[in-house]
């Protein structure tokens, strides 16, 4: 029983989103703001059942861990924005987080953004053995990589045969890579759009098997 | 004033929530860990010192039976490079295997008495490795100092335990302050900084630097006047990804600037957050760009809206938006993911002009067929220095081009060492591979 009432609200709610494909109205605008409404309150209760409960309120109770105080008080001064004379306590939270996350990402950035990039870009192009294919991969890769980063230099004109030249064969390599990619996630945007197809027919009308 | 009554309600649930909590009393109950996902003992452990755990006598805490074998000895190794929170641990392997479908790895506190001490921190199906790296459960975290018991059982298909002897560590987990894995981090770190900090401070000395025109940047004035002159509101999505995304602080700069313009023309603004904090800081930043722009008083406290951290909630919350409120412009500059592509569609269906930006490789092909403009990647983190002129950011800006060059310089090299290679037959390469970037270890 419920699990009918279940399939034909996701059927509706479904065909409401959808909806959208032909003009924005009423029935979409009720699905969208149930969707906004109902995953705040979700999200919500779901923070208080993971987060707060088990990693402050918990740990503070059992009176082990007064350490919890620290981000439980920061975490209350986010709440001072809704009191004017002692807004300016919610910049607090604010400067922590953003210098932590700057300290935390620092050091990752550059590892995983710059030093495997750079490993991975100085492979040999040829080693015995290799076949051609895999060689003129290895020499487009190399190539590649280089005017891709004389296409993002950007304190130097793109004139000439160095920046000029290289930056435009930049551009062409960067969207050869969008291209490649474009279509790589339209399939699985595809796969979606055929699971949803296959719920409306299949669990809801009972159309196909 | 309109938003001080909220303050009040949600003071009151954040003081009843601990209250409530006592009221429905504490739940001791042990969740078993369900990550089945093997862990491989690295080569860090080779410098560790090696401890077999030896059994503590009289403490069998179930009879072994007699078809299903237990595990043998024990042995536990610190972990080198870490912060004294994680520990090797391997097994020996029952003799007889048969019938056993996984290892269930209990731990305590040494010297803590009662079943209700032990925690089930990892679950090795019976064809993994009998090791793992104990203390990345988040639930039951290992603390420096701090001596250990384990215990291993083995299991059967329906879940019965067969226990193996209590093994007491001799060694305690100990922090290191030095990551030695990460040498290589740290003196591209300083060189990098080294040089956005001598550009920066060239710079401020006055000496002049170019930068090239990227379209994208030059249409954001182009944008905000096409939306004043219709009178429509301007969209600016900050991205969906929280306030440490390089990408998301990148876009909270360019709010900043654009802010600063719209206050000028006095046109409306739209900023929906899915983040709670971004949001926070957004509205700061929007208020901050009012304040500048000398028009504190029309800046408007509904401009920075939060909507739901829900991704696609979000989506149907600014696609809604869109078509009701017709912005004339929309910005999408930050981190997306799927959602690209609904966003800007739609808002190119509502008839706006978009501008997009983001470093996210997989969502700019999105951005780059249905958006008038689009910022690739690092021309992102460049808009700030574009939109503001300053000295400052230029330099920055100057900075980081030293770095790609640096980072080609280096590509050249092992591309002609490559050659040398191939001609000479020597093996120059892996070395400068392995002085340059290897081994960078977790």
Redesign the interface.
Known sequence: MYETIGIWVGAFFTLA?YS?LY??NPI??L??HL??G???G??MAIT?DIT???RL??P???GNHWILLVPAVLG?L???????GIAWL??YP?AF??G???G????L???TD???Q??A??????MSGMPWHEIFGNIVM?FG??AA??Y???????KGLFFGTGSKIGIWV??L???A??GF?VMG?ISLLIGRIQYLLGDWLHLIE | MRKNWIGIPALMILLLLPALSVAQGVDENLTPVDDNLSTVVTEDSIAATLTELQPVAEEQLEEPDPGLDVSGAITVLDKDNDAGDQLLVSFELPADTEGIYAYNVYRRIAGEEGEDAWNLVEVIPADKLPEFIDGYDPDYPISPGVLYEYRIASVTVDDEEFFGSICKAEVVPEGEIYHTGKTRVLIAGGLFMFLIFYYFGKAQKGTKMYLRPIAGIQAIDEAIGRATEMGKPILYVPGLSYIEDVATIASLTILGRVAKKIAQYQTPLMVPNRDPIVYTIADEVVKQAYLEAGRPDAYDPDSVFFLTTSQFAFVAGVNGLMMREKPATNFYLGMFWAESLLLAETGSLSGAIQIAGTDAVTQLPFFITTCDYTLIGEELYAASAYLGREPKQIGAVKGQDACKAIIMGFITLALALAIIDIAAGTHTLDWVRQVITMPIVD
């Not at chain 1, 935390?104 to 050091?107: D, L, N």
Request: glycine share 2%; no cysteine.
């Open positions: 989103i959208f003009k924005e979409y605008r699905a969208e969707v906004v109902i995953s705040l979700y999200t208080y707060l409960k088990p309120i918990e503070l109770l059992s209350i986010y709440i001072t924005r809704f009191i004017p919610s910049r604010i987080l953003m932590t996350a700057m935390v990402s620092f050091p950035t550059l590892k710059v030093l495997r750079l490993e870009a100085m492979q040999p192009f040829y190399i990589t280089l980063l004389i993002f230099f950007f304190s130097k004109p793109h960067i969207m890579g969008f291209g990619t474009f996630t945007r």
